[in-house]
């Protein structure tokens, strides 16, 4: 079932909309606060996000842009502003489309399907199979640049991602520090080695259950390290 967030301070209307929603076969979830939605946005999976510009908070405009620079869901944003400015704006700042209120239950279902059946249209034409990664709890998203230990995600650096998946894609392998270092900052080690010591305790601390004993980067003393598999 495709499942949409409604952000919408006013609870006639937010309820309203998800009354049309649930008859057309949709999971609703609302959040009256700008703050708040933006928070489970980013926290939850959702097929289509249906954003109201002037909320509690946080406005609309704002949440609009945190989520866009991290997902690529569909964004409908709906206001009782009807300047052109703000429809441009939002529309700018990465809104898929823009409904000026009032508007009637039964349009703002059929823009929803229409969205949202373009979505999937273009996630089918164009998107491949991710390159994943995964070993016992650990799992590399290497196309989508992301970590999961046991379905929760942590968050990467550039270098730290880099390092991790180039340690799990050689397993077993022992790496000097030497060596990670110019595999993954393309440059000569002398002096810095310690880039490599530090990024690697970054790492642990976000994977391992228990950094004394660690289950995925091994320190081989005097030598490196290796990816344990």
């Not at 703002?108 to 089918?124: C, D, I």
């Amino acid at each position: 079932m495709s499942r949409i967030l409604i952000i919408e301070d006013e609870e006639a209307i937010a309820d309203l909309e998800k009354d049309y929603l649930e008859l057309s076969g949709f999971e609703v979830q609302i959040e009256n606060r700008g703050d708040q939605g933006l928070q489970t946005a980013m926290n939850h999976e959702f097929d289509l996000i249906i954003l109201d510009l002037m909320l509690p908070g946080m406005d609309g405009f704002e949440v609009c842009r945190r989520i866009r620079e991290a997902r690529n869901v569909p964004i409908l944003m709906v206001s009782a502003k009807k300047d052109d400015i703000d429809k441009i704006r939002g529309l700018g700042l990465g809104a898929d489309d823009y409904m000026t209120k009032p508007f009637s239950p039964s349009e703002l279902v059929a823009r929803v399907k229409a969205h949202m059946a373009r979505y999937q249209r273009l996630v089918g034409a164009g998107q491949k199979t991710n390159d994943i990664i995964e070993i016992r709890g650990l799992k590399i998203d290497k196309t989508a640049r992301r970590v999961y230990i046991d379905g929760v995600e942590k968050n990467f650096t550039t270098k730290e991602f880099d390092l991790l998946t180039f340690l799990a894609e050689n397993p077993n392998h022992v790496f000097s520090k030497e060596e990670l270092f110019r595999k993954i900052w393309n440059m000569e080690s002398v002096g810095d080695i310690a880039t490599v010591t530090v990024h690697i305790k970054k790492i642990r601390e976000k994977v391992e259950f228990d950094t004394s004993k660690p289950q995925y980067i091994e320190t081989i003393w005097g030598v490196g390290y290796r990816f344990k598999i």
